[in-house]
């Protein structure tokens, strides 16, 4: 995932998802961001960035990661480079959600996720989402 070296365009994203090469996505916006918008990439999971040396763990470490902040700044940018210190082949999204939200790549509501019975959020392991828009 070595698009422009540490980033990835939503457009490159969205012909990834739904492969076997298909990265874990990373809503990382924070709280007050996130909480403004009814709205999450396809596929992704919601970990917020300052609490990221709690679920960097989760990340199934054989899949790549792209994280997305708002617009692809310092969030997302600096969630990524961290992730990449701890040995993650991780990278973010150019552009964050409003680059997705511009290239009408499909979006789902927060809380529209199904879960897993008996299987909380908090105990699963991050992997790559195999369905795609």
């Known amino acids: 995932m070595d698009e422009g070296r540490f980033c990835i365009s939503a457009q490159s994203l969205y012909e990834r998802l739904g492969g076997p090469a ?10 007050p961001a996130f909480d403004a918008d009814e709205w999450m990439v396809v596929g992704a999971v919601r970990r917020p960035p300052e609490t990221i040396e709690r679920w960097q763990s989760d990340l199934a470490r054989e899949h790549p990661v792209v994280v997305y902040c708002a617009h692809g700044g ?3 940018q600096g969630v990524a480079a961290s992730l990449r ?20 790549l499909p979006l ?3 809380g529209a996720r199904p879960r897993k019975a008996g299987s909380p959020a908090s105990a699963r392991r991050l992997t790559a989402s195999p369905a795609r828009g």
């Open 108 to 110: 789902r509501r927060k």
């Open 85 to 104: 210190q701890l040995g993650v082949d991780a990278c973010y999204l150019d552009g964050g959600i409003g680059a997705w939200v511009e290239g009408r």
């Open 22 to 31: 298909a990265p874990i996505l990373v809503d990382v916006r924070r709280t």
């Open 74 to 76: 310092e969030v997302s």
